[in-house]
């Protein structure tokens, strides 16, 4: 770990809230004195862990949901768009996959992780389009930037031993932090970790930090 402060966040591209939060945490990353790594972990695992369920399970939280995305795509100035299929797209299908190759991706090509998170982002959550299969993935990957041979080398190598275990202890150390749902913000300070959930904790976060907060959007800083 950097002995600067650092930002780690641990995110899913199945949840929309981890969208909002890294997306934030990518328009800070050169405003706030922080080092910023991003780490793909999978939701699944830290709600059958944590004995959580989602939220859209709920019916009250569902409906609150449901109404709360349009507010949020806003606020945040993010396309978010609730999948026509929820429990089919979120539940059912998932993101193992999707989870796996952005891990093989952290590994191998740390350089495209955050393009093609958002890509895939952009599929689910937006154009309500599947990140289940390799083709769909290859066509993330390309949208981010990578060539199709490397994205399916990457996609390949998401099956070895390797990159499932990579994702297991990216996901496991988010639960050794406290996590419990996605996404978790860790802003580590004077050598302690201080775990942060949702994507609406980032005022608390610049106080810890002792930066500026300017809203979801803040302003380009000055060159």
């Known amino acids: 770990m950097s002995k600067r402060r650092v930002l780690e966040c641990f995110y899913d591209v199945v949840s929309p809230y981890s969208w909002l939060g890294f997306e934030v945490v990518c328009r800070y990353k050169n405003i706030w004195n922080v080092d910023v790594r991003l780490r793909p972990g999978f939701l699944g695992g830290i709600m059958q862990a944590a004995g959580n369920s989602p939220p859209a399970m709920v019916p009250k939280k569902g409906m609150y949901m449901g109404k709360d995305i349009a507010r949020l795509a806003e606020f945040f100035q993010v396309p978010l768009q609730q999948p026509r299929d929820f429990f089919q797209t979120v539940i059912k299908k998932g993101s193992l996959q999707a989870m796996r190759f952005v891990t093989a991706v952290e590994m191998h090509h740390p350089e495209f992780v955050e393009p093609v998170s958002r890509e895939l982002w952009m599929r689910i959550w937006s154009e309500d389009k599947d990140i289940t299969e390799p083709e769909s993935i290859l066509e993330a990957a390309k949208k981010a930037g990578m060539s ?18 990579k994702l297991k202890q990216n996901t496991e150390e988010a639960l050794k932090y406290g996590a419990f749902g996605m996404p978790i913000i860790v802003a580590h300070v ?34």
């Open 190 to 223: 004077d050598g302690k970790p201080h775990m942060y959930f949702g994507s609406d904790r980032f005022e608390l976060i610049a106080h810890q930090l002792g930066e500026k907060w300017m809203g979801p959007v803040p302003h380009k800083p000055r060159m």
């Open 148 to 165: 199709a041979d490397l994205a399916k080398k990457l996609i390949e190598s998401s099956a070895l031993p390797e990159v499932k275990n």
